[in-house]
Every structure is written in structure tokens, then in C-alpha cells.
């Protein structure tokens, strides 16, 4: 079995997790692109009201604004081949946190209620302008030092995104909570749900941008931090809402007193932060064998390579001289590897290679080593005598032509092979007897060449 090797250290982003990221963030700008401009459309003509629910249609000017501005500053920075759409996004983002920022104070923020409440069907108070406010200027910072590696800058558009995270995360909770009839709960002086959606989208956007160079890049590496990252972000996200609903649920069921149904909550939450646990365990162990193969594994045949092969070779060796069992190594190479490189590329070549692994893997037993050294060596080593080598040997000169056929004789397999077993009457070492082994095997060879 060919094994996937990687090229790039595990703290460097997976290419593959990019591209989707990338995909990802496009879809998010056009959504909110959409949503900002039939919203702006609908304040001049009441025919566009259609396109969306008439719960979409209830952002205000200057939040569609600010919206709008965000989503095309998030497009052009994108563009670094092209300079000049480079330092448009760049000072669209400048003016628009600056805007953001001065709704603050209060003589900026009576203008834009005035100007809000011209085109709004509801009055907006000043107080209203606070949440989107806040929302921007975060999302300002966050683009503005997007790609800062930087100690200080980075720190503050990591430090941004989270506080913005966190507040996206908490109007929408208050949002759904307010909806399923949580007690306490009020869509009272929240943003509406368009606002919402689309700074939720942009929000998702500079989190997947800033994570290539921040904190976050921990959710697009490789290595098994990473993939846990990726695989337990949406339930821990999701875990505190369910445990609340179901709370309120439970409750208002009266299935159960209260004391009852706060012990049964804790104890699943119990059970799930258990079952995580089992799962990230299963995660590492997983990975760390799988690390362990790349290491010890030929990437092309599958078979150990020299160093796995010495390792679970020298093991065989040592319990087959405690026990006084029979050892022995046989040495394989490929007569004609260079020849098929030459004269059919390097592709049938490896296809030979390939086919030869296999070959060896169906001829000895799973508890034989059988490993790659290199180039076209191979070499098995394991509880064989003579007489058993003898007829393994005969089976891979049968599988070698059989193959040799299957393959239209496209490329001629023949292997060369020589044998050394173990004398546990004589201190010798593994190394010896690969030696011999493979001296047995050009001594064929040489007798080959001399033949033809």
C-alpha cells in the first residue's frame, strides 16, 4: 500500500484546508454582497422587496454602509497581485473604521440616526448605533493588521477577532434563545437579522484570513493539533446553546424537579466532555501511528524501509536465537530496473517496483520483515530454514514471470536472489548475515551476466 508522504512541516497551513477556507470566504463576501445591496435597493425601490423574506429587509442605511464597505475591502485585499485594488481595500477599511469609530460620539452619532431614520420605516434610537458600532470598529482592526506578523500588531487583530467572535456569537444566542422562548431572553435593541447574518459572514472571513498568520492558524495546520482543532471547534461551539436549550426544555416540561434536571444536566455534560476526551485520545493515537509508518515505511512499495526494516528485523533475530529457531535473510534485486527506466520511463519503472513489493508481501508470511534498502534492493528477513527459502524462492521466480505476462510484456521482472541463514553456534550479528545474504545474491547475478 502506497503511503502519502507530507513535504511540508505540520506547523505550516494544509494547502488543502486553504483552498477550502478560500472557497469558503467567497461564499461568505457574495452572501453578504447580496444581502447589503438588495437591502440598499429596497430603500430606493420598493420593487426589489421580493428578492428576499421581508425579515432580511430591515437594515439600516448606514449599517448597509458600513456592511458594504467591510465586504468590498475584504474582496480587494484579497487581490495582492493587483497594487492598486490592494490600497483601495486598504483605505476603504481606514475610513470606514475611522466612520465606525465616531459614531461614538455623539454629535456624529445624532447625524447618522437622523439619516437612518429618513429611509427607515421604524425610528432608531442613538443608543441602537452601539452593538453595529462596535461590531465595525473590531472588524476594522482586524483587517487593518490582517497579515501582520508582527508581535504587537498581530496580537491586536488576534485579540479583535476573538472580542469579535465572541460578540457575534452572543447577539446570536440571545437571538435564538429570544425565539425558542428562553426566559430573560429579548430581541430588545438587538441588531436585526440581516446586520446579523452579514456580520457573522464578514466576521467568519477575517477569522479564516487572520488564522494563516495569527493564533487561529492552529485550525489550518497539518499536523494533529490541527485536525483536532477542526474536528472539536463546531461542538464546542454548539455544546453551551444545546445544554441551555435543553435546560429551558426540561424545565418547562416539568418532567422532572429542578435540582433533578440540573443533576441530569451536568452528568451528559459529563458524558460528553468524556466521549471528547475519548475521541481526541483515539485522534492522537491514530495519528501517531500513522507518523510512525511514515517514518519507519517506504513511501513508493508500502514495505519498511532500512531503518523500519532494521529495527523489527533485529527483533525477529534475537527471538529466534533465544528461542534456537532457524533465521535467514534473503536479498532481492531487480535485474533490469535501469533498463526499464530507460527504454519505458520512470513510471513503469516505479509500476515494477510496485509489483515486486507485492509479489514479496503474497510469497512470505505477515510475520516475515520484508523491506525496501533502497533503489531496486529488497531484502526478507524471518523463521526460515533452507528448504522453506528454497521453495519461496521458486514461488517468486513463477511470480515474477506470471507478472511478466499479465503486463502484455511490456517490462521483463527477474530478480536476482541470495540466501544466508544463521548459525547459533557462531556470535554473529544481523548485519553479518545481510552481508551474506547479499553476497549470495551478486554471485547469481555475476552467473547470470556470464550466461548471457
Known amino acids: 500500500m502506497q503511503t502519502r508522504s507530507r ?10 484546508v486553504l483552498h477550502r477556507a478560500y472557497f469558503a470566504e467567497q461564499i461568505c463576501l457574495a452572501l453578504a454582497a447580496q444581502i447589503v445591496l438588495i437591502n440598499l435597493l429596497s430603500h430606493i425601490f420598493s420593487g426589489v422587496d421580493h428578492l428576499l423574506p421581508a425579515a432580511m429587509l430591515h437594515m439600516r442605511i448606514s449599517t448597509a454602509l458600513f456592511v458594504l464597505s467591510a465586504t468590498l475591502a475584504l474582496f480587494f485585499t484579497e487581490a495582492r497581485g493587483n497594487r492598486n485594488f490592494y490600497r483601495v481595500g486598504k483605505s476603504l477599511t481606514v475610513v470606514s473604521t475611522i466612520a465606525a469609530a465616531m459614531t461614538f460620539w455623539p454629535p456624529v452619532g445624532h447625524l447618522v440616526v437622523q439619516l437612518d431614520n429618513i429611509f427607515s420605516r421604524d425610528q432608531i434610537l442613538q443608543s441602537q448605533l452601539l452593538i453595529p458600532g462596535l461590531a465595525f470598529v473590531l472588524l476594522g482592526l482586524v483587517k487593518l493588521f490582517l497579515r501582520s506578523r508582527n ?27 429570544a425565539k425558542v422562548g428562553i ?33 487561529f492558524s492552529v485550525f489550518l495546520g497539518d499536523g494533529i493539533g490541527g485536525r483536532i482543532a477542526r474536528i472539536l471547534a463546531p461542538i464546542l461551539l454548539v455544546m453551551p446553546f444545546l445544554r441551555e436549550l435543553g435546560r ?33 485520545v483515539r485522534l492522537i493515537n491514530n495519528m501517531q501511528t500513522e507518523i510512525h509508518g511514515l517514518t519507519l515505511r517506504d513511501g513508493l512499495t508500502g514495505l519498511y524501509n532500512f531503518r523500519g526494516f532494521n529495527l523489527f528485523a533485529e527483533q525477529a533475530f534475537r527471538l529466534a536465537r533465544r528461542a534456537g529457531l532457524p533465521f535467514g535473510v534473503l536479498f532481492i534485486d531487480m ?21 515486486t513489493a507485492k509479489l514479496l508481501s503474497v510469497t512470505f508470511r505477515e510475520t516475515d520483515v520484508i523491506g525496501r534498502l533502497g533503489g531496486d534492493e529488497f531484502v526478507v528477513a524471518g523463521q526460515f530454514d533452507s528448504e522453506e527459502i528454497s521453495v519461496a524462492i521458486d514461488r517468486l521466480r513463477s511470480g515474477a514471470a506470471a507478472k511478466t505476462r499479465l503486463a502484455g510484456n511490456r517490462f521483463f521482472l527477474s530478480l536476482s536472489m541470495g540466501y544466508a541463514g544463521s548459525d547459533h553456534s557462531v556470535d554473529e550479528t544481523l548485519k553479518s548475515i545481510i552481508s551474506r545474504a547479499d553476497n549470495a545474491m551478486y554471485k547469481e547475478k555475476r552467473a547470470k551476466k556470464r550466461i548471457a
Open 248 to 280: 429551558v426544555r426540561l424545565l418547562g416540561a416539568h418532567l422532572m424537579p429542578i435540582p433533578y434536571a440540573t443533576a441530569v444536566l451536568a452528568s451528559m455534560a459529563t458524558v460528553v466532555a468524556f466521549v471528547l476526551l475519548l475521541i481526541v
Open 183 to 215: 426566559p430573560g431572553a429579548s430581541t430588545a435593541g438587538l441588531p436585526s437579522i440581516p446586520t446579523l447574518i452579514c456580520l457573522a459572514l464578514l466576521t467568519s472571513v477575517s477569522i479564516l484570513r487572520r488564522a494563516e498568520y495569527g493564533v
Open 335 to 355: 535485474d533490469n530496473l535501469k533498463i526499464i527506466n530507460d527504454e519505458l520511463g520512470h513510471q513503469a519503472g516505479s509500476i515494477s517496483l510496485v509489483e
Open 7 to 16: 513535504t511540508f512541516p505540520v506547523q505550516e497551513p494544509d494547502q488543502n
Open 151 to 177: 508581535s504587537i500588531f498581530g496580537s491586536v487583530a488576534d485579540a479583535a477577532a476573538t472580542i469579535l467572535a465572541l460578540l457575534v456569537l452572543t447577539l446570536a444566542f440571545e437571538y435564538v434563545f
